[in-house]
T-cell receptor, first 110, second 114 residues
Framework: RKEVEQDPGPFNVPEGATVAFNCTYSNSASQSFFWYRQDCRKEPKLLMSVYSSGNEDGRFTAQLNRASQYISLLIRDSKLSDSATYLC???????????FGTGTQLKVEL | DAGVTQSPTHLIKTRGQHVTLRCSPISGHKSVSWYQQVLGQGPQFIFQYYEKEERGRGNFPDRFSARQFPNYSSELNVNALLLGDSALYLCASNPGQGLYNEQFFGPGTRLTVL
C-alpha cells in the first residue's frame, strides 16, 4: 500500500460546481497534512495546512479524519482558474519528510 | 520578500555526467529539502538539511548527495547520471524542524538526461 494515495482524476466539472478530493494515508502517527496546488510545469504552491480536524479558507475547506486516515479538500463555486493538479502531502519522520500523493487533476469548464 | 530560488532553471546532460543544482531558501529559513518529481507523479523526498546537517534521507542511491552551507543555501549533486534521473528537481524551505513547519517550494530545475 502506498503511504499516500489519491484518485488521479481527471475531474472535469462545470464552473460553479462543488468538487471534493480525498486522500488516504497509511502512517497513523502522521500529524501534519497539507494540500498543494500545482499548475502545469510549475512548482507546488501551498494551498492549505491541516493540523487538527479541519481548516477553511474562502471557497476551500480541508477536513481530517484520523480514525479513517484520510483528508479531504472541498472546493465550492469552482472557477476556471482552479484548474490544476491538487497534491496531498503528509509530514512524517519527525517533521523531516513530506510524502506526496500522485495528485488529482481538476479541469473546470465553461 | 524573495521566495525560494533555484538555479539553473533547465539543464541538459548526457548519461554518466554529473550535475550540481543550487537552492537558496527564503530569508530566515534554516531548513532545506530536496525533492524529485517525474512526470505524472508527486514529488519524492530526497534529502532534508537543517543547520547544515542532514536530518532526513529518502530512498535514493548514493549517487545523490547534498550539502548545506553556512548561509543555509544548499547544493544537490547527482553523479553518473542515468536516463531515469530526468525530472523536475524541487527545493523547499521552511523555518526549522517540527511537525508544524510548512514547506515552500522553489520553481525547480528541470533536468533532462540524454
Amino acid at each position: 500500500r502506498k503511504e499516500v494515495e489519491q484518485d488521479p482524476g481527471p475531474f472535469n466539472v462545470p464552473e460553479g460546481a462543488t468538487v471534493a478530493f480525498n486522500c488516504t494515508y497509511s502512517n497513523s502517527a502522521s500529524q501534519s497534512f497539507f494540500w498543494y496546488r500545482q499548475d502545469c510545469r510549475k512548482e507546488p504552491k501551498l494551498l492549505m495546512s491541516v493540523y487538527s480536524s479541519g481548516n477553511e479558507d474562502g471557497r476551500f475547506t480541508a477536513q481530517l479524519n484520523r480514525a479513517s486516515q484520510y483528508i479531504s479538500l472541498l472546493i465550492r463555486d469552482s472557477k476556471l482558474s482552479d484548474s490544476a493538479t491538487y497534491l496531498c502531502a503528509v509530514l512524517t519522520g519527525g517533521g523531516n519528510k513530506l510524502t506526496f500523493g500522485t495528485g488529482t487533476q481538476l479541469k473546470v469548464e465553461l | 520578500d524573495a521566495g525560494v530560488t533555484q538555479s539553473p532553471t533547465h539543464l541538459i546532460k548526457t548519461r554518466g555526467q554529473h550535475v550540481t543544482l543550487r537552492c537558496s531558501p527564503i530569508s530566515g529559513h534554516k531548513s532545506v529539502s530536496w525533492y524529485q518529481q517525474v512526470l505524472g507523479q508527486g514529488p519524492q523526498f530526497i534529502f532534508q538539511y537543517y543547520e547544515k546537517e542532514e536530518r532526513g534521507r529518502g530512498n535514493f542511491p548514493d549517487r545523490f548527495s547534498a550539502r548545506q552551507f553556512p548561509n543555509y543555501s544548499s547544493e544537490l549533486n547527482v553523479n553518473a547520471l542515468l536516463l531515469g534521473d530526468s525530472a523536475l528537481y524541487l527545493c523547499a524551505s521552511n523555518p526549522g524542524q517540527g511537525l508544524y513547519n510548512e514547506q515552500f517550494f522553489g520553481p525547480g530545475t528541470r533536468l533532462t538526461v540524454l
